[in-house]
């Protein structure tokens, strides 16, 4: 499972619970950062929304790239609201599994890739998802709701007093 940050990172674990079969390991998540719409001040020409930036992404050189051929891959993120992070990050994840299938030598095996997002915004969309993704099923929403902004409990930044540990409290200030 690929969780992309960061609003995939929460339904992606609690996706690793509800998939995880009695016995057997833990399915592991693998973590890339993507932003678009917040401004990270390393471009002052590129507005936020315009293009997808990575803050983090997986090592090519690692078991990282290695563990996802051959497998089907789950990819999480919370919104599919452009479709244009989606978009990216399977067209760089599929085009770096080719390269370690090459460069591992294991060109015959094949890798899947699966989305699912909590929320698809119903609207013309500005990125595009491969045809063996959409057409096939593999593209999978929990609900379709309509274009409104969504604010998902993790990303909250404010919280009363009387509802923060003092440890919460303390990192605050």
């Not at 699966?114 to 609207?123: A, C, R």
């Not at 709701?145 to 919460?168: G, K, L, M, N």
Request: aromatic residues 6%.
């Amino acid at each position: 499972m690929i969780a992309i940050g960061g609003g995939g990172y929460v339904p992606a674990r609690i996706l690793r619970s509800f998939l995880k079969k009695p016995g057997a390991p833990n399915i592991p998540i693998q973590a890339i950062g993507l932003s678009l719409y917040e401004s990270l001040g390393t471009d002052p020409v590129e507005a936020p929304g315009t293009k997808v930036t990575r803050t983090q992404w997986l090592d090519l050189s690692s078991l990282e790239m290695a563990n996802l051929i051959g497998k089907s891959v789950l990819i999480v993120d919370e919104v599919d609201d452009t479709r244009t992070t989606l978009e990216y990050a399977v067209r760089e994840l599929q085009k770096d599994v080719e390269e370690a299938k090459k460069r591992l030598g294991r060109e015959g095996e094949k890798t899947t890739f699966t989305i699912f997002v909590l929320h698809n915004k119903d609207k013309n969309k500005k990125g595009e998802l491969p045809k063996e993704i959409i057409g096939e099923g593999k593209y999978l929403a929990a609900q379709t709701v309509r274009d409104v902004w969504i604010c998902y409990p993790w990303e909250a930044t404010y919280a009363s007093s009387q509802h923060q540990t003092p440890a919460i409290a303390s990192i605050r200030h």
